[in-house]
């Protein structure tokens, strides 16, 4: 299981953005969950690293018109 944080662009505080993307990401082959923070501007997707890549989620969310990268930080 790899655990990663997306900082998204274009989320807002929309809630209705926040669950079409978490349901976009938790539909991708590999991925085991993913929350959305609409307040922080985040995404929280936990996925086996055998069928996923965070290069996979990264497009799904600009598929939605999300600008998202991988954050870094620890």
Do not use: K, Q, W
């Amino acid at each position: 299981r790899t655990m990663s944080t997306l900082l998204l662009d274009g989320l807002g505080c929309a809630g209705g953005s926040a669950h079409s993307l978490e349901a976009v990401l938790g539909r991708l082959p590999g991925v085991i969950s993913a929350y959305i923070n609409p307040v922080t501007d985040t995404a929280h997707i936990a996925f086996d690293a055998d069928r996923c890549t965070e290069e996979v989620l990264v497009r799904a969310a600009g598929s939605l018109g999300f600008h998202a990268v991988p954050s870094r930080l620890p």
